[in-house]
């Protein structure tokens, strides 16, 4: 690698001292001949995902002899079909009843995941890893095994031919978001939520005011993946909604149900452009909604270093008093006392690494002990009675 020299000349800074130049190197023909290569092959790839949306935007803008001719820029352009296609077709409902369904079935499985979720990366019992291994379990199961007892069941209610089917299901959460929101439960750090505890808050307050705020990116990754799941749902609809009206249908059993009218083996004229017309105007709620969301696909798989940063904040916002004053004056635990007190081996290491301060009447810490009086080199320590409680809970 050459290297400039000129810009070795020694300058003089703001305090008159001589100090050197910053050196910049040249680049290499190898390193512009990478360059090169790379963006070759990112537009190349970036093409190659964009022509099907290009040839959709062409093909809707095409007479009807035209839509098949494979050509980006039409040969005639008949704008008119975007105007046309809202009297072939009921798809302002077609749109209305796949909004419904998926903000119903993606808010509802967000929560019950979450929830489900909650429970596995907080709470310690007997057996946890054995359910969790049995929820992930159920991954594994085709979905044609689960097809025909789901249809029996809705059947037997008595609800097919309507769209509570093709959301209800999501009331019990999913496997995979339920393993997703977990591993972002597990990121956080548990002692805000003990010392949270032992402040009052509820399991209940903890998870609405300090996890839910803390775990919003993962809550909104999850919306959008099951939106996006149940906006392009063909099968489901098709088993559940196909006996019933067009006007009920939803966005992917529309436009299947728009094919097979203008198939000419059907009896249609080949009128294919309104399907087009109808595709590409399906596809821009999708694309609005992910280029708003997008930002937190990145925040959602930060570090848990820089999620932690956002705890402390939480923590003072849902009854994190006792935290803060703990966070200005923390108590130290010492052998002595605290095994006079019953305290836990764990909490034990949890704070016997912060100094004590003398004095202290009443503070509290993520451990659960109040120290009530001593010096640096003594404190004495005991477990009030909600300490004791959660500490059989946590343990």
Same mark, same amino acid.
């Given at each position: 690698?050459?290297?400039?020299?000129?810009?070795?000349?020694?300058?003089?800074?703001?305090?008159?001292?001589?100090?050197?130049?910053?050196?910049?190197?040249?680049?290499?023909?190898?390193?512009?001949?990478?360059?090169?290569?790379?963006?070759?092959?990112?537009?190349?790839?970036?093409?190659?995902?964009?022509?099907?949306?290009?040839?959709?935007?062409?093909?809707?803008?095409?007479?009807?002899?035209?839509?098949?001719?494979?050509?980006?820029?039409?040969?005639?352009?008949?704008?008119?079909?975007?105007?046309?296609?809202?009297?072939?077709?009921?798809?302002?409902?077609?749109? *209305?009843?796949?909004?419904?369904?998926?903000?119903?079935?993606? *808010?509802?499985?967000?929560?019950?995941?979450?929830?489900?979720?909650?429970?596995?990366?907080?709470?310690?019992?007997?057996?946890? *890893?054995?359910?969790? *291994?049995?929820?992930?379990?159920?991954?594994?199961?085709?979905? $044609?095994?689960?097809?025909?007892?789901?249809?029996?069941?809705?059947?037997?209610?008595?609800?097919?031919?309507?769209?509570?089917?093709?959301?209800?299901?999501?009331?019990?959460?999913?496997?995979?978001?339920?393993?997703?929101?977990?591993?972002?439960?597990?990121?956080?750090?548990?002692?805000?939520?003990?010392? $949270?505890?032992?402040?009052?808050?509820?399991?209940?307050?903890?998870?609405?005011?300090?996890?839910?705020?803390?775990?919003?990116?993962?809550?909104?990754?999850?919306?959008?993946?099951?939106?996006?799941?149940?906006?392009?749902?063909?099968?489901?609809?098709?088993?559940?909604?196909?006996?019933?009206?067009?006007?009920?249908?939803?966005?992917?059993?529309?436009?299947?149900?728009?094919?097979?009218?203008?198939?000419?083996?059907?009896?249609?004229?080949?009128?294919?452009?309104?399907?087009?017309?109808?595709?590409?105007?399906?596809?821009?709620?999708?694309?609005?909604?992910?280029?708003?969301?997008?930002?937190?696909?990145?925040?959602?798989?930060?570090?848990?270093?820089?999620?932690?940063?956002?705890?402390?904040?939480?923590?003072?916002?849902?009854?994190?008093?006792?935290?803060?004053?703990?966070?200005?004056?923390?108590?130290?635990?010492?052998?002595?006392?605290?095994?006079? $007190?019953?305290?836990?081996?764990?909490?034990?290491?949890?704070?016997?690494?912060?100094?004590?301060?003398?004095?202290?009447?009443?503070?509290?810490?993520?451990?659960?002990?109040?120290?009530?009086?001593?010096?640096?080199?003594?404190?004495?320590?005991?477990?009030?009675?909600?300490?004791?409680?959660?500490?059989?809970?946590?343990?």
């Amino acid at each position: 690698m050459s290297v400039d020299t000129s810009a070795l000349a020694p300058t003089i800074s703001s305090a008159g001292k001589e100090r050197p130049a910053i050196v910049k190197p040249r680049r290499s023909i190898g390193s512009i001949l990478g360059q090169v290569i790379h963006w070759i092959v990112l537009v190349f790839f970036a093409a190659l995902f964009l022509y099907p949306f290009a040839w959709l935007l062409a093909a809707s803008f095409k007479p009807r002899g035209q839509v098949f001719d494979n050509l980006l820029i039409p040969k005639t352009f008949q704008p008119e079909n975007f105007v046309q296609v809202w009297n072939e077709l009921p798809l302002l409902a077609w749109v *209305g009843n796949s909004i419904l369904i998926a903000v119903l079935a993606a *808010g509802f499985v967000t929560v019950s995941s979450s929830l489900v979720a909650w429970g596995f990366a907080y709470f310690r019992f007997p057996g946890r *890893g054995i359910l969790f *291994g049995l929820v992930l379990a159920t991954m594994m199961l085709p979905g $044609a095994v689960t097809l025909v007892p789901q249809y029996l069941i809705w059947n037997n209610i008595g609800l097919v031919g309507t769209n509570i089917p093709l959301w209800g299901m999501n009331l019990f959460g999913s496997a995979f978001y339920i393993f997703l929101q977990r591993q972002f439960f597990l990121g956080l750090p548990r002692e805000i939520f003990e010392a $949270a505890r032992v402040d009052g808050v509820s399991y209940w307050g903890m998870f609405w005011r300090m996890a839910f705020p803390l775990s919003i990116p993962s809550f909104i990754i999850v919306f959008l993946f099951e939106f996006q799941a149940s906006w392009n749902n063909l099968q489901a609809a098709l088993i559940y909604l196909n006996a019933g009206s067009a006007e009920g249908y939803t966005v992917p059993l529309g436009i299947a149900s728009a094919m097979t009218k203008y198939s000419p083996t059907n009896g249609g004229h080949g009128d294919y452009q309104y399907v087009m017309v109808a595709a590409l105007l399906v596809t821009l709620p999708m694309l609005i909604l992910f280029a708003f969301g997008q930002r937190y696909f990145i925040e959602g798989w930060r570090p848990r270093v820089a999620r932690a940063e956002r705890a402390s904040r939480v923590a003072s916002a849902a009854g994190g008093s006792h935290w803060e004053r703990f966070q200005r004056d923390p108590p130290a635990c010492v052998p002595s006392a605290a095994h006079s $007190a019953g305290m836990n081996s764990l909490h034990f290491r949890e704070c016997s690494s912060t100094p004590c301060r003398g004095g202290v009447s009443e503070v509290r810490s993520p451990c659960g002990m109040v120290p009530t009086s001593g010096s640096r080199s003594e404190c004495s320590m005991a477990r009030t009675p909600r300490a004791r409680s959660s500490e059989r809970t946590f343990r």
